[in-house]
Nanobody, 124 residues
């Protein structure tokens, strides 16, 4: 079992930055690939970015490529999401998730554990 707790969300103006963190506990963090998803009101939860167990592989949705950066610190059991050049369209609840296998990391179904989410609101 893995417990995930996100933090760092908030209200920011368009063009600003936020850094989300997701702290994991309960099992060997480095055994899991990690991902970030987001869900805006009335929309499906969508893939944002993912990172392999070692951190050597990263994957991004086209909508965030070049603006968002995922990273992880296995010594601190934490994965991060640095978000720059934020746009109102980035407004959503952001969830981190852990996947036991490094397969299909852009798809929700391959993730085994989820956090409760943190709200990010970008004002225009």
């Amino acid at each position: 079992q893995v417990q995930l707790v996100e933090s760092g969300g908030g209200l920011v103006q368009a063009g600003g930055s936020l850094k989300l963190s997701c702290a994991a506990s309960g099992h060997t963090f480095s055994s899991y690939a990690m991902g970030w998803f987001r869900q805006a009101p009335g929309k499906e939860r969508e893939f944002v970015t993912a990172i392999s167990r070692s951190g050597g592989g990263t994957y991004y949705a086209d909508s965030v490529k070049g603006r968002f950066t995922i990273s992880r610190d296995n010594a601190k059991n934490t994965v991060y999401l640095q978000m720059n050049s934020l746009e109102p369209e980035d407004t959503a609840v952001y969830y981190c998730a852990a996947a036991l296998y490094e397969l299909g990391l852009t798809q929700r179904v391959y993730y085994n554990f989820w956090g409760q989410g943190t709200q990010v609101t970008v004002s225009s």
